[in-house]
């Protein structure tokens, strides 16, 4: 195959293309750009065929030593068992709940167990936090005449424990904060003096106040200390106690 030249020695050009000579005299327009294209996709198809083979190559490692014969065999064996036999749906639910049972009665008595001791170290760890709170509580040391244990039983209520730590809140349901330090919730002395100063008898329980009224008998003898039963002191107002409490007045 060779170009065509005319007369005067140069190629022969048609629409553009170059015109060939093959070797049997057919004169042929050469396309270059198309026969460009057809190379570049002939050496794609050729890439992505090499690649197909070298997968497979890598693929088939994996069975590299396995007899074909005794393979198609076992997949023979495997297709022709029967799925009911290795599978029955009704079994299977049934071996679940075997299962769950065994499993609720291993445990469960041991949840409710930790559960009883969490509650019961979460209650210990209030009475500690909140009880030791109004023992040591220097705000009623200073300001309070009534005894520590009915001052707990207004305002304990109000206290409860949030991440490890006392927290106060109001008759609204809403946490005290400290007026000293802005933004902060009040420590329990401040909570406390707050919880007491919104108190509607607070005249009865502070010291120097100015309740009236007794409500209680006494049966000390002799112009001694008024003594009485828990039950009766407990059955008395709020100006009752303060007023027995201030008259030195011991609880049997």
Do not use: C
Not at 50 to 67: M, S
Not at 82 to 103: F, M, N, R, S
Not at 152 to 174: L, R, Y
């Amino acid at each position: 195959m060779k170009l065509k030249l005319d007369e005067n020695g140069h190629v022969v050009v048609q629409d553009g293309k170059p015109v060939y000579v093959h070797d049997d005299g057919k004169e042929v327009a050469f396309d270059a750009p198309q026969t460009v294209a057809t190379i570049t996709r002939l050496n794609g198809e050729a890439k992505s065929h090499r690649e197909a083979k070298e997968k497979l190559e890598e693929q088939t490692k994996a069975f590299e030593g396995l007899d074909p014969v005794k393979v198609k065999e076992a997949l023979n064996t495997v297709q022709n068992l029967d799925a009911k036999k290795l599978v029955d749906a009704g079994e299977v639910d049934k071996v679940k709940a075997e299962i769950t049972d065994a499993l609720k009665k291993t445990y469960e008595p041991q949840i409710q167990q930790l559960t009883t001791e969490r509650d019961a170290v979460q209650q210990q760890l209030h009475s500690e936090l909140i009880g030791g709170g109004f023992a040591r509580s220097k705000f009623i040391q200073d300001n309070i005449a009534v005894p520590v244990d009915m001052i707990q039983a207004t305002f304990g209520k109000n206290f409860k424990i949030e991440e490890g730590k006392v927290v106060a809140v109001g008759a609204d349901g809403q946490k005290i904060y400290s007026r000293a330090r802005p933004g902060e919730v009040a420590d329990f002395d401040e909570a406390l003096e707050t919880l007491v100063g919104g108190y509607q008898h607070k005249d009865s329980i502070l010291k120097g106040g100015q309740g009236s009224g007794g409500g209680f008998q006494g049966s000390g003898q002799g112009g001694g200390a008024k003594t009485m039963s828990r039950q009766q002191f407990d059955a008395l107002d709020p100006v009752g106690r303060s007023q027995f409490a201030r008259e030195g007045g011991q609880i049997q």
